[in-house]
């Protein structure tokens, strides 16, 4: 009773709710229902997200210059690639020096397109064996030419007029790695300069931003430099799924409406129902506005369980998700994917507490001498 | 000095073309410590005279006036608000709420003013018609007799000048009526208050201390 004393509405609108427990939960399972729709594809939206992010992460931070239209050379030279050094100073430089050469064993020999590298670490992979860091000496083939000069790693094949050995058998390409056939250490190839140099920056951003320095230090008069880098991609694959999140929050959306209309419609039975009640309770002194608070109130709690069983369920369903598509079920608390726990919530809290404002005004409007006629 | 005060009331209904006057030019007083009945034929308008006295209607034509003041006029929030500090009702049907217990139906007039509890009040006025021992007990759990008596304890709760029953007896044996009738005198006495009733049977009209009756709207 001192609850009461405090909250009457709240206290009466709790009791009213259980006194018809099954009308209650029915109507607060639409909400529950409408919160898991919200909730659960936001959810998946982002944890769909979360994987595409991680995947192009690697290759969002790298930045490509290459020689322009204006070019005096079709290569960089040395000094251009010291001054790309100034230009990203914090950042990984890589000059990669490319050509045609003839690799050879003794069961196979072929004309290949040949990468030079001094750090190969950060733009091939190791399918097989480690890949030297710094590269002084040897030579790294994908698996294709390993098969075509029947090689493997601690042998030696022939690449131009010298020869080395074999330390690791690369990937083919990969996200975020060069896809290349043959790649060796210096000083095979004998053509000047290189045809592009590579830089590996923090992120994404980092990497645009160099590229954009470096083309502005290089491209006062005319294209002498061009370069590629992923940074948009960041960008358009985030807004690619930001649109996506709104469609999926907007089927969410669609439930929840049908829920708040469901709620309406429990409200408006509940509230003719118990005309003559409201009748007593306003004929006897009970103001409208505190009616009125008393149907809000039960609309209220209607919204708040339903809206908290349901963000909860959503986090099970989440943490479930996750846990299938990375393994780590916790992921479901990352901001980017909590916040919809919050929004469904809120969502749901939110249309039931709007469909109880029809019938509360109703209720507490009704004059009580037509309420209590009998 | 009289509570209420009704000076040419008439309430008109209108259905479709046709108009009747359910009260027709209704002059009426109570006062503290009388206890009036309202009596006629079915029909005759003793409802819609006790709604007008209690304020829950508004009459057509005519005057109300509640402890000396003009209230004809007020709106819905000063009516409510009078109707809670001077007035309480007692129906034919009980109407109480079946979400509480009897001491917390008693205090429902009270409930939403958080300046009072009225909580030691209630059970005093539980005990006063003979339900100490009926104070957690919900309305399914009474009898029609003892329902009456939580509805006459929640009548005089907030201390109101004047008590409306619309056929107290109406829903109860004899027996159960004469007591009801018993509880009501003796709080008129008591508590000083007025009272108008409305009723069909002749049993109230020997409690009361002055009976009006009513025949198509009209005063005889
Ligand atoms: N809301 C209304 N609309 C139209 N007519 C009404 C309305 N309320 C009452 N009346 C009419 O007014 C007249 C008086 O009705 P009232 O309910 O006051 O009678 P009563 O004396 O209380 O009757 P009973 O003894 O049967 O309860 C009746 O003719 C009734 O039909
Ligand atoms: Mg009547």
Redo the contacts with the bound molecule.
């Keep these: 009773m001192d609850a009461s004393r405090r909250l009457p509405s709240l206290v009466m609108a709790w009791r009213n709710l259980w006194r018809n427990r099954l009308r209650t939960i029915l109507a607060a399972l639409g909400i529950v229902i409408g919160v898991i729709a919200i909730a659960g594809l936001g959810i998946t939206g982002s944890a769909l997200r979360y994987g595409t992010a991680q995947q192009f992460s690697d290759i969002t931070n790298q930045a490509t210059v290459m020689p322009g239209e204006d070019a005096e050379q079709r290569y960089l030279t040395e000094s251009q690639v010291q001054s790309i050094r100034g230009v990203a100073s914090n950042a990984t430089v890589i000059p990669v020096k490319q050509g045609r050469v003839t690799i050879s064993s003794h069961t196979g020999e072929s004309y290949a397109s040949v990468d030079q590298v001094t750090k190969p670490r950060e733009l091939y992979s190791a399918h097989k064996g480690t890949i030297p860091q710094p590269f002084r000496t040897g030579v790294l083939i994908n698996n294709e030419t390993a098969a075509y000069l029947n090689v493997t790693i601690g042998d030696l094949i022939i690449v131009g007029d010298q020869s080395y050995k074999v330390r690791a058998i690369i990937s083919d390409g990969g996200i975020g790695y060069r896809d290349s056939r043959v790649v060796v250490s210096p000083p095979a190839l004998s053509k000047q300069g290189y045809s592009s140099v590579m830089i590996i920056a923090e992120d994404g951003d980092a990497a645009q931003y160099l590229a954009n320095a470096t083309k502005d230090h290089f491209n006062t008069e005319g294209e002498v430099v061009r370069t590629s880098s992923y940074g948009g991609l960041n960008q358009r694959v985030g807004s690619l799924f930001s649109t996506l999140n709104l469609v999926l929050l907007g089927i969410g959306s669609i439930s929840l409406v049908v829920a708040g209309v469901s709620i309406l419609n429990v409200m408006l039975m509940s509230t003719i129902e118990r005309r003559s009640e409201i009748g007593v309770l306003r004929a006897v002194g009970v103001r409208r506005k505190d009616v009125l608070r008393m149907i809000l109130a039960e609309a209220t709690l209607l919204g708040v369980i339903g809206g908290a069983v349901g963000a909860v369920l959503s986090a099970g369903i989440g943490a479930l998700l996750y846990d299938t598509l990375y393994s780590d079920p916790l992921l479901v608390f990352r901001w980017a994917s909590a916040r919809y726990l919050i929004v469904g919530f809120c969502f749901g809290a939110f249309a039931s507490v709007l469909s109880g404002i029809y019938p509360a005004w109703k209720a507490a409007n009704k004059r009580p001498v037509e309420a209590i006629r009998s | 000095m009289s509570v209420i005060e009704l000076d040419g009331v008439v309430k008109r ?1 209108t ?1 479709g073309d046709e108009e ?1 006057a ?1 009260l027709d030019d209704v002059d009426f007083t109570v006062n503290r410590g009388e206890m009036v009945a309202i009596v ?1 034929p ?7 005279l006790l709604n007008v006295i209690g304020l829950l209607d508004t009459p057509t034509e005519g005057t109300v006036t509640l402890d000396g003041r003009d209230v004809t006029d007020l709106g819905t929030d000063g009516l409510t608000e009078h109707r809670r500090e001077s007035i309480g009702f007692v129906f034919q049907a009980y109407h109480l709420l079946p979400i509480f217990t009897a001491v917390e139906n008693v205090q429902v007039p009270s409930m939403w003013d958080s300046t009072v509890d009225r909580k030691d009040r209630a059970e005093d006025l539980l005990r006063r018609v003979g339900l100490g021992d009926r104070l957690t007990h919900k309305p399914n759990q009474l009898s029609g007799g003892q329902k009456q008596r939580v509805a006459i304890a929640r009548a005089l709760v907030n201390e109101p000048h004047i008590i409306l029953a619309d056929e107290p007896t109406g829903n109860l044996d004899q027996d159960t009526g004469a007591t009801i009738l018993d509880e009501l005198t003796r709080i008129k006495n008591e508590e000083n208050v007025a009272i108008a009733a ?1 009723t ?1 049977d002749t049993q109230l009209t020997d409690y009361a201390d002055r009976t009006v009756e ?1 025949v198509d709207g009209v005063r005889r």
Excluded: C, M, R
């Design positions: 209904y259905n009747i359910a006629g079915s029909g005759s308008g003793k409802s819609t409305v069909h009513l």
